[in-house]
């Protein structure tokens, strides 16, 4: 059974700081990793993409990867009220590259 | 861009009924997929389709759902006859590859 696990949470921050989301992943064929941010009530909107080991940043944004430990995380600074939502995190399924294997989501809620 | 369009928003129906959920994908995407959001499941593949033609179903779960893909602007997930554990929010979402899925707003279906 291929699986993603997230820390259901609910997550806590102030405003200010940093979030920081995590995400493991089962199989080690997996290539394509993606964050995308769910709003209660809304649909789910892809932030961030990380294809390679290491660190992608875009704005406040930064995805971390780390193949040998299957691993993938998300960095938000200077977290705003605004940024309170679900994460989820998304692998490509290697058995069929169209398909995403998802986790269940990580609740955020940044604290004015 | 209109992005992604479901219809109904919200439906509310009884047991035994059937229940037929549409999406118009965005123009120029050749693969549309079909999820089921409930909080103890998270996100569900369903079923989905590359260029109008279904590659994987192994998602749905019984035989009472059915989807179909006539021509590349229009689908739709048929349940008959749908029961209360049906009740979830359905999502349709297109793309031109796995790592650019846009999700439509999504169908809130209530069986009673």
């Known amino acids: 059974q291929k699986e993603v696990e997230q820390n259901s949470g609910p997550l806590s921050v102030p405003e200010g700081a940093i979030a920081s989301l995590n995400c493991t992943y089962s199989d080690r064929g997996s290539q394509s990793f993606f964050w995308y941010r769910q709003y209660s009530g809304k649909s789910p909107e892809l932030i961030m993409s990380i294809y390679s080991n290491g660190d992608k940043e875009d704005g406040r944004f930064t995805a971390q990867l780390n193949k040998a430990s299957q691993y993938v995380s998300l960095l938000i600074r200077d977290s705003q009220p605004s940024d309170s939502a679900t994460y989820l995190c998304a692998v490509n399924d290697p058995g069929n590259n169209r398909k995403l294997i998802w986790g269940l989501g990580t609740s955020l809620a940044v604290n004015p | ?112």
């Open chain 2, 1 to 112: 861009d209109a992005g992604v369009i479901q219809s109904p928003r919200h439906e509310v129906t009884e047991m035994g009924q059937e229940v037929t959920l549409r999406c118009k994908p965005i123009s120029g995407h050749n693969s549309l997929f079909w999820y089921r959001q409930t909080m103890m499941r998270g996100l569900e593949l369903l079923i989905y389709f590359n260029n109008n033609v279904p590659i994987d179903d192994s998602g749905m779960p019984e035989d009472r759902f059915s989807a179909k893909m006539p021509n590349a602007s229009f689908s739709t997930l048929k349940i008959q006859p749908s029961e209360p554990r049906d009740s979830a929010v359905y999502f349709c979402a297109s793309g031109g590859g796995v790592e650019t899925q846009y999700f439509g707003p999504g169908t809130r279906l209530l069986v009673l």
